[in-house]
């Protein structure tokens, strides 16, 4: 609750209008080698900004964090990186509208955004040109970005290219393993459509 309203008026202190989407979960995380039950009601704390076209980017990172472990790092480290985007784009003018959301209940089972998206008309998922989600920025000391299967994972490709272009040591993984194809992060099943 604490973190939600820290995001809510960290948006507001930048003169966003910021609000909240409230919902309920049901899930489970581990703790200690064993599955503990979790559930509440909690929220996603949104604010945009417009663009200079309907068409929406998203910026989103969880706010939540898991029984034990470190937060500072999952995911405090990346609400930080998003509320410093949001501050500095505020005032510039940006092709796409731009939504930040903080979401909610990410750690027992991507609550948050499952419940972002059942909310969005057909029309409003048409007008998302991509998600930017932000993870665990501070761990390690290299930094990598992943990404949806083949074209799907432009965003991923571009942002690599650019690294290289600015000597930038930014990493993918490299797809050693079958089950996780080179560039993404999640277990393989099928293609994107």
Known sequence: TQAAEYVFNAFLNDGYKPWEQSFTFSGSVYVGGRRI???????NVIAEKAGRSDQVLIVGAHYDSMPI???ADDNASSVAVMLEVAHR??????????RFIAFGAEEPGIFGSEHYVSQLSSDELK????????????????PYIYGDYGSNGWIRDWTLGWARRNHLDLQTQAGLNPEYPEGTCLLYTSPSP
């Open 37 to 43: 039950p979790v559930a509440g009601t909690t929220v």
């Open 69 to 71: 472990g470190r937060g």
């Open 89 to 98: 784009v505020m005032s510039e003018s940006t092709p796409y509208t731009v």
């Open 127 to 142: 007008k998302i040109v991509a998600v930017v989600n932000l993870d665990s920025l501070a761990a390690g000391d290299i």
